[in-house]
């Protein structure tokens, strides 16, 4: 028992369970409650993603996006099985320099994931933590696709995406979440700098968003970007991506507790909290600023409060998260609505604005207002250098992701070219990349 990783202590004692039962036994309850989560993060990219990034696009590109997420989860999935989830969470790497970037190799082809508790957490199986982990792999590259929509061939996007996982993603999540990252405070005792991440607003939010802003310009505008009409095709699609992605969103946030607790129902509550400000904040500023609230500034909202919350939800109070809430709808809605208009880039369904922005603030947030009420191992980092450990992780981060997706987008156009020619794209990527149609027009 002496030989236990420390933060197993911590979370044992946390919760009242005894040591050994707690980490011998994964309890039922538990299993089920990460494993339905599981499946609401899977929905979050199908439907959920496809229905909000698909209403949003041009009716001749609906199918491009509906092919390129369901693509893309199950590539996702594969390269996790494979070694995403070794890379990230092994520990053979441990103290050479390779560790730094990756876990380890052990566990490729999920080997020694089975129904034993997970060193992750003893409450659940480590299939269990390997599977909930497994859609976080998978959304987050799928979250890049809406800067670069309709213009960006669908085998450029399976292999920048594939590539991208493997060089920003799994560094990142190990960085953040892995027994043995430099930033991971909960799970590292040893982490070279206390960064607090709870579900993913540094290694998804932060990593798609600024990647998806640097994608967006090297790969250019759309054709007719700023000179004629690119508006949805079909709001009624967004907004019931919307409801998908915010009912999705609570297996994202409070799965990440791993348990069934209280961690897990505060994570829902300050998701709701975040979620709910951060509608009504964008619709408030949209309406000072151009007359009237629109229902896509509605939707955007929405995810805007969903992403920021994320780093947060299971660290803050309830209070805190409407005050991130709004924050997320006010800063977002001025990315969205000026700041691009300013620079001129084509982010067309507005990754950057949300995630990038959105994954940031909340970052920063989470340093700024953690609660020890809320989350008493959260609470452990308070004034042992979380600010300073959280700006190095979010500096990291930037940069890791901005280089990369450069190298890579620069490699992928000129091996199997970024673009379709200017004809498949002004016939539409449904016909181009698929040969078929979203809608029939006979």
Request: glycine share 12%.
């Amino acid at each position: 028992m002496q030989n236990l990783p420390k933060f197993w202590h911590i979370k044992c004692l946390i919760h009242n369970k005894m040591i050994i039962s707690a980490i011998t036994t994964p309890t039922a309850g538990d299993n089920a409650w990460v494993l339905v989560s599981t499946a609401l993060v899977l929905m979050m990219c199908i439907p959920g993603l496809f229905l909000f990034y698909g209403g949003l696009v041009r009716a001749k590109n609906v199918l491009s996006i509906a092919a390129q997420c369901l693509a893309l989860t199950a590539l996702g999935l594969l390269m996790w099985w494979g070694f995403g989830y070794s890379l990230v969470f092994g520990r053979s790497f441990e103290g050479g320099l390779l560790g730094h970037l990756f876990g380890g190799a052990e566990h490729f082809a999920f080997k020694g994931v089975g129904l034993e508790s997970s060193p992750y957490e003893p409450r659940i199986s480590a299939a269990t933590f390997a599977l909930f982990q497994a859609m976080f792999a998978a959304i987050t590259p799928a979250l890049i696709i809406g800067a670069v929509a309709e213009r960006m061939k669908f085998s450029a996007v399976l292999l920048f995406s594939a590539l991208w996982t493997l060089v920003v993603y799994y560094p990142i999540a190990h960085a953040v979440w892995g027994a043995t990252g430099d930033f991971a405070g909960l799970a590292n005792e040893h982490a070279a700098f206390k960064a607090a991440d709870f579900a993913g607003g540094i290694v998804v939010h932060m990593t798609s968003g600024w990647s998806a802003l640097l994608l967006c310009i090297v790969v250019g505008p759309r054709q007719g970007f700023g000179k004629r009409s690119m508006a949805p095709h079909s709001m009624v699609l967004c907004v019931a991506g919307t409801g998908f992605l915010w009912a999705g969103w609570y297996g994202f946030n409070a799965g990440s507790a791993l348990a069934a607790d209280g961690v897990a129902i505060q994570a829902f509550l300050t998701t709701t909290l975040g979620a709910a400000a951060a509608t009504l904040s964008w619709a408030f500023v949209e309406k000072l600023h151009r007359g009237k609230p629109s229902v896509l500034g509605l939707c955007s909202g929405a995810i805007a409060g969903l992403a920021t919350i994320t780093n947060a939800a299971g660290f803050v109070s309830g209070a805190s998260a409407v005050l991130i809430g709004a924050l997320a709808g006010l800063l977002s809605y001025g990315a969205c609505s000026m700041l691009k208009t300013k620079f001129g880039y084509d982010d067309a369904l507005d990754t950057f604005g949300v995630h990038g922005v959105g994954g940031t603030i909340g970052a920063l947030a989470t340093a700024l207002l953690m609660d020890g009420a809320a989350n008493a191992a959260g609470g452990k980092l308070i004034g042992h250098g979380l600010l300073a450990g959280q700006c190095v992780a979010m500096a990291t981060c930037i940069a890791l992701s901005l280089a990369a997706t450069w190298l890579l987008a620069k490699i992928v156009d000129r091996s199997i070219g970024l673009r379709p020619t200017e004809e498949e794209e002004a016939q539409g990527l449904d016909i181009a990349d698929h040969n078929e149609e979203g809608y029939n027009h006979g």
